[in-house]
């Protein structure tokens, strides 16, 4: 009789989890890159962002920022065999090609030694510098350049100053 007890008693819990994972799995799903919606839904991914604009090179929001790409780039091969940006980039081909020579940081290496290529750690463009897009940021961003910042430090001491 013993068994009969426990085996309605592991049954008994069985059905206990389903109805538990029943009541749970349409839970509302953490707002992602897909808000809305529950786990067992899979809804539409969103549109993939824009190509580049055509607003041309953007100003830096700070000194050392990797500049936004303002070209597409799609297709352009990065490895070990082709480097497609050093050919309009490199030293030797930027003036030929009209495009911005990669700044003089790029032929440093990880010691601060200087290379005739460029280095090594810089040889994977895209691992800093990804192209313009017209997405819209995920998250709220509240970031002030630091002429913003001056700006209000300085309206900040001027009115504290007058009174
Ligand atoms: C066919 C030539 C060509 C290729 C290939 C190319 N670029 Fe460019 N790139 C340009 C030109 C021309 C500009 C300047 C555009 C302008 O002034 O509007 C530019 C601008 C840029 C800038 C902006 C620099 C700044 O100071 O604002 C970055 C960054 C850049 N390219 C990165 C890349 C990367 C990374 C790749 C490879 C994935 C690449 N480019 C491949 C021609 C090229
Ligand atoms: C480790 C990050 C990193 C990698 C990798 C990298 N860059 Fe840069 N790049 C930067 C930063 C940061 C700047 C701006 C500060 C500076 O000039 O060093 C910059 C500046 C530039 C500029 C603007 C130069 C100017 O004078 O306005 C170009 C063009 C550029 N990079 C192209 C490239 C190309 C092409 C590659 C790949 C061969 C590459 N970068 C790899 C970080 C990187």
């Known amino acids: ?9 592991a049954l008994a819990l069985v ?13 509302s799903a953490p707002d992602g890159l897909r808000p809305g919606g529950t786990l067992s839904q899979s809804l539409p991914a969103p549109p993939l962002a824009g190509e580049p604009r055509d607003a041309g090179r953007e100003v830096l929001n700070y000194p050392e920022q990797p500049p936004v ?8 091969q990065v490895d070990a065999r082709a480097n497609r940006c050093l050919t309009c980039h490199s030293r030797s ?7 911005p020579m990669v700044s ?24 800093c510098h990804v ?11 509240t970031f ?20």
């Open 131 to 141: 192209p313009q897009t017209d997405a819209s940021p995920i998250v709220p961003n």
């Open 1 to 9: 009789m013993k068994w009969l007890t426990l085996l309605s008693l």
């Open 93 to 99: 081909e930027a003036v030929q090609a009209g495009a």
């Open 69 to 76: 790409i303002p070209h597409g780039i799609r297709d352009y």
């Open 104 to 127: 003089i940081s790029h032929f440093r290496d990880r010691h601060q030694q200087v290379l005739a290529a460029v280095s090594p750690d810089r040889y994977f463009c895209t691992q």
């Open 144 to 163: 002030l350049t630091v002429d913003e910042v001056l700006g209000d430090m300085l309206r900040e001491r001027r009115d504290g100053g007058g009174q």
């Open 15 to 27: 059905v206990a989890g389903l109805v538990i994972a029943e009541e749970h799995r349409d839970d």
